[in-house]
């Protein structure tokens, strides 16, 4: 089994950063992807970023490109969210999650077998 368990959220100023840290640990295999998605209250998780282990291919969600940087560090089998230019509508849980087999897709929560259980980030305006 695999678990996961995400830090560093917390509560910051809009345009202020945050850095958000995914370990994983257990029964560890070199997982296809790693994705980061949030859920704020009332709305339904959505995806926000992931990372390939094989090839490092990284993809992003839209509203989130250019501000956000998704990244691993394999001797730690950690990923690693940065989070620039943070704004209120940022606010959620975000979660780390990963894929145990290839899908051509990342930005689906359904492909995801393993979830941590999330960190707070609040951005105040």
């Known amino acids: 089994q695999l678990q996961l368990v995400e830090s560093g959220g917390g509560l910051v100023q809009a345009g202020a950063s945050l850095s958000l840290s995914c370990a994983a640990s257990?029964?560890?295999?070199?997982?296809?992807?790693i994705g980061w998605f949030r859920q704020a209250p009332g709305k339904e998780r959505e995806f926000v970023a992931a990372?390939?282990?094989?090839?490092?291919?990284?993809y992003y969600e839209d509203s989130v490109k250019g501000r956000f940087t998704i990244s691993t560090d394999s001797a730690k089998n950690t990923v690693y969210l940065q989070m620039n230019s943070l704004k209120p509508e940022d606010t959620a849980v975000y979660f780390c999650?990963?894929?145990?087999?290839?899908?051509?897709?990342?930005?689906?929560?359904?492909?995801?077998?393993?979830w941590g259980q999330g960190t707070q980030v609040t951005v105040s305006s």
């Open positions: 999650a990963a894929q145990s087999g290839y899908f051509a897709t990342v930005f689906a929560t359904n492909t995801y077998d393993y």
């Open positions: 257990g029964r560890f295999f070199r997982s296809y992807a």
């Open positions: 990372i390939r282990w094989s090839g490092g291919s990284t």
